[in-house]
């Protein structure tokens, strides 16, 4: 043990149970774990127990601990082998050699019972979860394992310690074997330029390193190859159980006989085992994986649309498979739930260092890690504000730290590493994060096992800019290739959405309607071609919502100023007192029977504020109620203030953003008005059907997929769509849409119902994710 370095995790004992914890960096309270637990969770490897007890590890490689979904797991990713000397234990110098032999062969013999034993038990469990699964249902197991099981473990890879002294077992640690290994120490030393790790470290030398060696610096390619650094990918890692199994033997084999209270520990061990085949596996099985979603915006904490909402959602939905799951986006303000991780960081982003530090929190399953630098404060209601120059900057430094936080930021004490990740990249203010994964790791050799997806939640922007603009991006100059592109409108520009088209392992937009528009001119907005071409890896799933934020059960933002919430049975009644608060808050007259119209997005050519500006004159002859809420171009802004102040009785335009006021039109509303031009996906037409209020929508994209066109004759359907983005067709179909709402009343409750009964939540859209991820993973 001595000359083991440092240490990133202790596990300390106490008589009945033991604790994780970490070194300096463990940042999360310690969780007690059973003794039988942490067995349980050394996966792929076998961990004995010394008779000093000490749990030892050596190879290569780091031991893994994580507090995952409320519980801790330990997670042995490399080789943990026991130092045989140390854990010799209990031979007594004064016995012969025949009676030390006597007492290896009864030794051996009990051993070899106990795995009989163990092996059987293993047979029970499984014939125990086959008949539960064939009597559960598929909601049940899902709803258990939401609530924090946890998935079995390999028992071939369980191993047990014997020791002579029940007592010993109680004092317990585990090391790294690989010398002053902590968690952050995974990273390569040459990649760690200027990185001044921990505040209380006392490293402040390195933050003096020369540039040459920065991590995302092309001339430090050779140190990278020479530093010896290894990603150590999941298959080299596994190439190293067969000596862990053999540890396990051998180490047997000095250990004197077993008695009667082994014994019974082992039965109690596999009564433990037996009883905990109630936890259900995880729902991604064997393909669990380490997720790291990364997105200029994340809700609650930034959202200007429909990304932050996504990045603030998937990410959950895909803990709740199973996955280890991070979401990196940068931090724009002061968030009361992360703190900081004690990690620094310098990159040059237009040849000036700027310095990151990490804020991390661990919430619903997931890790949210948000890189604060100078650049990124105080921007959170203009996140995408500012000048080119100033966006791709922001863009630059975020990707350059998100690409490296897999190896600085330890979440729950442990860095994710390289093996058996995968990179979820949004939009092009993410896309450049691909192209720095090829081009300073996976043409370096490195990180050889890490993939990247990206993921288009809109192609009108793509990072667009002269063809000089490649000298901030801090690349080798062949890469400029990829990001040249020449269209009619620009001619030859530099175009970042481009190079991560190309760069990624994987591409998937919001929607399959979207998937398809994207590849022709009109819907590729001068990229359909590189689509196209790069097909093969591309596919369209469409957007989930957060039923815990967006639900009319229990949104938060409808408990007060007289709305109330409402379910499928409370319709009616919930509803309406939504609506009559919706109008009482607004100052429009409190009226049952008037159908309310409600319209919120950006205010931009791509949502057709101005194709509503145009049905206006018809809309007000009509005994209607409109709400709009929104923020964008002036001219819109204008446009909403102008109705209001024109039709004060009818028409309010809110000029701004509120994310409380969305909640409540959304539910106050009968109808949502959706005429966007194009739409990748949509989120608020399904957060509308959730509420029970029934859209009318341009039938493109996302929507097209989304909102099936109402059939009066089989009362099938979930809304009104139009063919096209034009004022005409839109009052032909919300024309539909009033009559129906004031002639049929049964027709519209039905409408109403479907769309509140459907499953819109993020699981079906997450296993879509993970089969993405999946062949990602596999895909070479
Ligand atoms: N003024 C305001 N106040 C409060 N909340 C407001 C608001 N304006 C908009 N929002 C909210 O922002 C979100 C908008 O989401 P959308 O999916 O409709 O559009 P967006 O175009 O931003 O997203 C892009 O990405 C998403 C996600 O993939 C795709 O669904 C979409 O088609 C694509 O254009 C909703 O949560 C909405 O309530």
Known sequence: MSSIGSLPFIVE?????????????????????????????????????????????????CARLVNWRNRSRLWASTHLRAAGKDFSGSEDDDQTEDALQASIEKSKKVLALQRDLLQQIAERRKLVSTIKSSILNPEEERISYEHGDIPLPNLENASI?????????????????????????????????????????????????????????????????????????????????????????????????????????????????VTEDAEAPPLAGVNVMNVIMVAAECAPWSKTGGLGDVAGALPKALA?????????????????????????????????????????????????????????????????????????????????????VPWYVPCGGVCYGDGNLVFIANDWHTALL??????????????????????????????????????????????????????????????????????????????HGYAWELKTSEGGWGLHDIINANDWKFRGIVNGIDTKEWNPEVDVHLTSDGYTNYSLETLHSGKSQCKAALQRELGL??????????????????????????????????????????????????????????????????????????????????????????????????????????????????????????????ESGLGWTFDSADANKLMHALGNCLFTYREYKKSWEGLQRRGMMQDLSWDAAAQNYEEVLITAKYQW
């Open 161 to 273: 310690s014997q020791d002579n002294s029940v007592e010993d077992q109680k004092n317990i640690s585990i090391s790294s074997s690989n010398h002053a290994h902590s968690s952050e120490e995974v990273v390569p030393e040459a990649l760690s330029l200027g990185v001044h790790r921990g505040f209380d470290g006392g490293n402040d030398h390195e933050k003096t390193l020369p540039p040459e060696k920065s991590p995302l610096n092309v001339d430090s390619k050779e140190k990278l190859k020479d530093s010896g650094f290894k990603a150590m990918p999941t298959d080299v890692v596994e190439s190293f159980l067969p000596n862990t199994i053999d540890t396990f033997g051998l180490k047997n084999e000095n250990q004197a006989d077993m008695n009667d209270s082994s014994l019974q520990e082992a039965s109690s061990e596999a009564g433990h085992l």
């Open 13 to 61: 004992t106490s008589s009945e149970s033991f604790e994780l914890a970490h070194s300096k960096s463990y940042c999360r309270p310690r969780v007690p774990l059973s003794l039988h637990q942490s067995r349980k969770y050394v996966e792929g490897s076998s961990v004995n127990i010394s008779a000093r007890g000490h749990l030892e590890t050596t190879g290569m490689g």
């Open 589 to 714: 007259p409190v009226r049952e029977n008037v159908p309310v119209i409600g319209f919120i997005g950006r205010l931009d050519h791509q949502k057709g504020v101005d194709i509503i500006a145009e049905a206006i004159p018809w809309m007000v002859g009509q005994d209607v109620q409109l709400i709009m809420l929104g923020t964008g171009r002036q001219d819109l802004e204008q446009v909403l203030r102008q109705f209001e102040n024109q039709h004060h009785d009818k028409i309010r335009g809110w000029v701004g953003f509120s994310v409380k006021m969305a909640h409540r039109i959304t539910a106050g509303s009968d109808i949502l008005l959706m005429p966007s031009r194009f739409e990748p996906c949509g989120l608020n037409q399904l957060y509308a059907m959730k509420y029970g209020t029934v859209p009318v929508v341009h039938a493109v994209g996302g929507l097209r997929d989304t909102v099936q066109p109402f059939d009066p004759y089989g």
């Open 320 to 404: 709740r498979r199973g996955h280890r799951v991070m979401v990196v986006a940068p931090r724009y303000g002061h968030y009361a739930e992360p703190q900081d991780a004690g990690v620094r960081k310098m990159y040059k982003i237009d040849g000036q260092d700027m310095e990151v530090t990490y804020f991390q929190a661990f919430i619903d399953g997931v890790d949210f890690v948000f890189i604060d630098s100078p650049i990124f404060r105080h921007i959170e209601s203009n996140i995408y504000g500012g000048n080119r120059m100033d966006i791709l900057k922001r863009m630059v430094l975020f990707c350059k730290a998100a690409v490296e």
């Open 434 to 511: 691909p192209v720095y994964l090829k081009a300073y790791y996976r043409d370096n050799g490195l990180m050889l096992y890490t993939r990247s997806v990206l993921v288009i939640h809109n192609i009108a922007h793509q990072g667009r800019g002269p063809v000089d603009d490649f000298s901030y991006v801090d690349l080798p100059r062949h890469y400029i290739d990829l990001f040249k592109l020449y269209d009619p409108v620009g001619g030859e520009h530099f175009n970042i959405f481009a190079a991560g088209l190309k760069t990624a392992d994987r591409v998937v937009t919001v929607s």
